[in-house]
T-cell receptor, first 115, second 109 residues
Framework: GAGVSQTPSNKVTEKGKYVELRCDPI?????LYWYRQSLGQGPEFLIY????????DSGLPNDRFFAVRPEGSVSTLKIQRTERGDSAVYLC?????????????FGPGTRLTVL | GIQVEQSPPDLILQEGANSTLRCNFS?????LQWFHQNPWGQLINLFY???GTKQNGRLSATTVATERYSLLYISSSQTTDSGVYFC???????????FGKGTKLTVNP
């Protein structure tokens, strides 16, 4: 597709459960980012991939959060033992990481609700 | 880390009015983007503008990097301009965007 896509668009789960959120970046984009947005706030950085490797995971809140990008394209954000405080919109972005422009393009997000 | 402040936090306009949104940041940056988040939550790129001036239709933006601020101008506003406008920056050596809290714009018919 032309833009960043994310699935599912909505996810409702129970406290303590495991969830996986998927991101398909723009074709050819080597850089991929995950952000989290709580109600009324701006997005907050979680993790950044360059190719297959996590180049910066300083935004992951704790070890319940993990992300992978095994083939340098699709990425999955994994959350173990979900807590109610994890409820938020999880946004994925990608960029071509060229020197002339580092524009990050965002997907529509996955709204996660932990009951 | 770098701080990003946006003003005003809320803005209500009548259709046809012009407006200026401001973004101040606390340190030098090598990436600055303006986004419009529509009522459905989609973040739409408006400008990539770490310095200089750009225009796109009724919207224009100016970043004065040496003074650490950026301005977004909206002319002849329309109801479809409603939503939240975010400024986001990244510093040299870091790829992560740091977002401000946004300006919520409401354009009334």
């Amino acid at each position: 597709g032309a833009g960043v896509s994310q699935t599912p668009s909505n996810k409702v789960t129970e406290k303590g459960k495991y969830v996986e959120l998927r991101c398909d970046p723009i074709s050819g984009h080597t850089a991929l980012y995950w952000y989290r947005q709580s109600l009324g706030q701006g997005p907050e950085f979680l993790i950044y991939f360059q190719g297959t490797g996590a180049a910066d995971d300083s935004g992951l809140p704790n070890d319940r959060f993990f992300a992978v990008r095994p083939e340098g394209s699709v990425s999955t954000l994994k959350i173990q033992r979900t807590e109610r405080g994890d409820s938020a919109v999880y946004l994925c972005a990608s960029s071509s990481h060229q020197a002339s422009t580092d524009t990050q393009y965002f997907g529509p997000g996955t709204r996660l609700t932990v009951l | 880390g770098i701080q990003v402040e946006q003003s005003p936090p809320d803005l209500i306009l009548q259709e046809g009015a012009n407006s200026t949104l401001r973004c101040n940041f606390s340190d030098s940056v090598n990436n600055l983007q303006w986004f419009h988040q529509n009522p459905w939550g989609q973040l739409i790129n408006l400008f990539y503008i770490p310095s200089g001036t750009k225009q796109n239709g009724r919207l224009s933006a100016t970043t004065v990097a040496t003074e650490r601020y950026s301005l977004l101008y909206i002319s002849s506003s329309q109801t479809t301009d409603s939503g939240v406008y975010f400024c986001a920056v990244a510093q040299g050596g870091s790829e992560k965007l740091v977002f401000g809290k946004g300006t919520k714009l409401t354009v009334n018919p």
